[in-house]
């Protein structure tokens, strides 16, 4: 965290710095020192071209000057973002108090009556319906993004018998833009890296095991040396397209190319295990199908896993409404059956293509 103080200590603005950190959650930032967090966000420069003082350590928050404050508590390895729509929430929060109320509180007081659970129903079908209408509105906008439309993307091309899946393929791509590098690894997730500028990605580092020679990885470095992502060299550049992507990779980066000997180790898909950018390695690589059904499910990143099967426990006593002869509670089964498809449908869809398309090995379809 850095706190921006007058000079009587008085806070004026706070920056927590994972949320200014692309890596964060991928380095071991709590081990990193006040100032190595700081050059990889870019915050000394800015300071710096403000005429600020910089102070680091316990005695910022004493001193009245901007620093990294370790004594906050905070955890400077989590980004605090929010994702979701502020009327996602609060449609899903109105449509469980709807059905707490009239399910629960309303016949409990004795004046429920022929609507009563339509009503609830109603507002339980609001808790996935609202999470349909935000993932169509994201899949629309993200198909129309033209942010990438002037970028050259390079995509991964890994050596016969790596085992690389259909969604590593698919899915994890390089886009080089005038001013940024965005890497996209195994289950989608973007980061953002800028060009040769103060806190950016100024050289690429080819990793060589000197014994055999063989490249197993790339670093991409910063002006302070420091790596800023990590890519396996055996599943982006050591296929049959590989030294072409390579080579259009750099010419499109515009960035030098060095190359430096590592130690190898003995397990040759875990040579980065003790990489500062170890877990970016891990992310850029095929990733284990069940870790990245979760991280690609809906309901474990952003919804919580019980939901699927709370949801459609909730709705079976107005599911028996569809064989009643009261039209109210005909609705009300209908509305229950909408909102049990709602929360099963995509979960089963989601399990099913990764299973039998997205996590299945390239090779093996090919053959």
Not at 180 to 203: I, K
Request: overall charge neutral; proline content about 6%; glycine content about 10%.
């Amino acid at each position: 965290m850095v706190d921006f103080l007058t000079m009587d200590g008085r806070s004026l603005l706070r920056v927590p710095l994972a949320e200014w950190l692309p890596e964060a959650g991928l380095v071991g930032l709590l081990q990193l020192s006040p100032r190595e967090c700081l050059e990889r966000t870019g915050l000394p420069a800015l300071v710096a071209e403000l005429g600020v003082l910089l102070e680091e350590g316990d005695s910022a928050a004493s001193t009245g000057h901007p620093g990294a404050d370790r004594e906050s508590g905070a955890r400077p390895d989590i980004a605090r973002y929010a994702d979701l729509a502020v009327w996602h929430s609060w449609v899903r929060g109105l449509g469980m108090l709807v059905w707490f109320v009239f399910f629960l509180v309303v016949p409990m007081l004795g004046h429920g009556n022929r609507w009563t659970v339509l009503i609830a129903t109603t507002g339980l079908f609001l808790v996935p319906g609202a999470d349909l209408v935000l993932r169509i509105l994201q899949r629309t906008r993200t198909h129309g993004d033209a942010l990438f439309a002037g970028a050259d993307v390079v995509v991964p091309s890994p050596e016969s018998g790596a085992g690389a899946t259909r969604r590593f393929l698919d899915t994890a791509a390089l886009g080089v833009l005038p001013g940024d590098l965005v890497l996209t690894d195994t289950v989608g997730t973007e980061r953002w890296l800028p060009l040769r500028r103060n806190q950016g990605v100024t050289r690429l580092v080819r990793l060589v095991e000197p014994s055999s020679g063989a490249v197993l990885g790339v670093e991409f470095r910063d002006k302070q040396n420091a790596a800023r992502a990590l890519l396996p060299w055996r599943w982006w550049f050591a296929g049959p397209a590989g030294a072409e992507n390579w080579s259009r990779f750099v010419k499109a980066s515009g960035l030098p190319v060095s190359d430096e000997n590592v130690r190898h180790s003995r397990d040759a898909d875990g040579w980065w295990k003790n990489h500062t950018m170890a877990a970016d390695a891990r992310w850029l690589a095929p990733v284990d199908p069940k870790r990245a059904r979760e991280k690609t499910s809906w309901h474990s990143t952003v919804r919580g896993g019980g939901e699927a099967i709370v949801v459609p426990i909730l709705c079976l006593i107005p599911l028996l409404g569809l064989d009643s002869d009261q039209p109210e509670a005909r609705v009300a089964g209908v509305l229950a059956a909408l909102t049990i498809l709602a929360e099963l449908v995509p979960v089963v869809a989601h399990r099913l293509t990764s299973r039998f398309q997205l996590d299945r090995r390239a090779e093996a379809e090919a053959a």
